[in-house]
């Protein structure tokens, strides 16, 4: 690698070029561009991914169910190594960034400065930009995490991780894991949850991260979900499965969960988080909250379904309905946090089920599409652990 400091400005030339996976259509296979050169502007990064795990918003994506600017360069639930800093650059924590160093980074890339920055809201800034949710432009071209590098903007949150978490645990933190942290955040708000009842439904990656958080701070957990591994997965965590499509005589439907938690003494779910997006399961979600609980909405994106509630419901059970979309810097932080002490004991590594090189990137997705896996990785060159 040659670097060459201008004003201000640093050009980093790479051997051989980074190469970045653009999508243009649905059904179309993706090109490989390159990018030689790169220049970091202060404050700038170059991270060399390490292993990135495909999101089911990249695959919505791809299938052409969500809209998008294009051409994309996909990807943004990665870990990678900083191979190059411009002048001022910093980790989330104020600490200057160091080559070598190995990080996870935000989704977001916000100004800070607006008023939605200042009132805590970053995910909604009036200068929002996205990795892997931008159009490819000049001097942005390693901008999502299907490529080999990625160039770190001002305004990302940066976090360093240890070197003995391994890379299938630690990819999907940026937009999965941190994203759970703000769901169990508003889940909490209002209330301890030791001791208490919490339902999650959709036994996706946030939906099981947020049952092993609850379960970390002393809750009772249930998980609704129809798929059996993911279900398996749960009880493993220590969380109670229950199935949203079992008959009524099976003992995994939610209301024998219910019943045999009101029977030792939990007669009331009071935080209900639902990851899927299904209008049965925001419905279910809501309606099974005892009195004073809390509704946390994560899973519904994109739009497109609409939920009909009973504000009198509501309104005599005193519920809050609160709504999380993305997470802010801290956040994110407190995610690595909670990996760093809980990936020895809940395996999160086995929700990644296969991993393939970048240049399989499209066969990758597919596999993905399928459901199959709750992640599939995609490892752009160095060996992922």
């Given at each position: ?338 990996l760093e002490r809980s990936w020895r004991r809940v395996p999160f590594d086995e929700l990644v089920g296969a991993t393939h090189p970048l240049v399989e990137l499209d066969e990758a997705l597919a596999e993905a599409a399928t459901g199959r896996y709750v992640r599939v990785g995609v490892a752009p060159g160095r060996r992922a652990v």
């Amino acid at each position: 690698m040659h670097t060459v400091q201008h004003v201000g400005e640093l050009d980093v030339i790479v051997k051989p070029s980074p190469v970045a996976m653009v999508w243009n259509d649905p059904g179309r296979p993706h090109d490989a561009i390159a990018a030689p050169g790169v220049r970091l502007s202060p404050g700038e990064a170059l991270v060399e991914v390490e292993l990135a795990t495909i999101c089911p918003s990249d695959v919505r994506t791809v299938l052409g169910e969500r809209p998008a600017h294009r051409p994309l360069v996909l990807g943004h639930e990665q870990v990678g190594r900083v191979v190059a800093v411009g002048e001022g650059a910093r980790r989330a924590d104020g600490v200057p960034l160091e080559l070598g160093d190995r990080v996870v980074w935000s989704v977001l890339v916000a100004c800070g400065t607006c008023d939605r920055c200042a009132r805590g809201l970053p995910q909604r800034c009036r200068e929002l930009a996205r990795y892997g949710h931008e159009r490819v432009h000049r001097g942005w071209e390693l901008s999502g995490s299907f490529a080999t590098h990625v160039q770190l903007r001002v305004g990302t949150d940066i976090v360093r991780v240890g070197e003995d978490i391994p890379s299938r645990v630690l990819a999907p933190v940026s937009c999965a894991t941190a994203t759970a942290v703000a769901a169990f955040d508003a889940a909490s708000a209002r209330l301890d949850l030791d001791g208490r009842l919490v339902l999650v439904t959709g036994g996706g990656l946030v939906g099981l991260t947020v049952a092993a958080l609850a379960i970390e701070a002393g809750a009772e957990v249930i998980v609704s979900e129809p798929d059996a591994s993911r279900r398996a997965f749960a009880r493993k965590i220590g969380a109670v499965p229950v199935d949203p499509t079992a008959r009524s005589a099976s003992p995994e439907r939610l209301d024998h969960a219910l019943a045999d938690f009101e029977r030792r003494g939990l007669p009331e779910v009071l935080a209900a988080v639902e990851t899927s997006g299904a209008p049965s399961a925001v419905r279910a979600t809501i309606g099974s909250l005892g009195a004073g609980g809390t509704a946390v909405l994560v899973g519904s994106v994109p739009p497109g379904s609409e939920v009909c509630l009973d504000p009198d419901s509501l309104v005599r059970r005193l519920v809050t309905v609160s709504a999380v979309h993305d997470y802010t810097g801290s956040q994110l932080r407190r995610a690595v946090d909670f990996l760093e002490r809980s990936w020895r004991r809940v395996p999160f590594d086995e929700l990644v089920g296969a991993t393939h090189p970048l240049v399989e990137l499209d066969e990758a997705l597919a596999e993905a599409a399928t459901g199959r896996y709750v992640r599939v990785g995609v490892a752009p060159g160095r060996r992922a652990v």
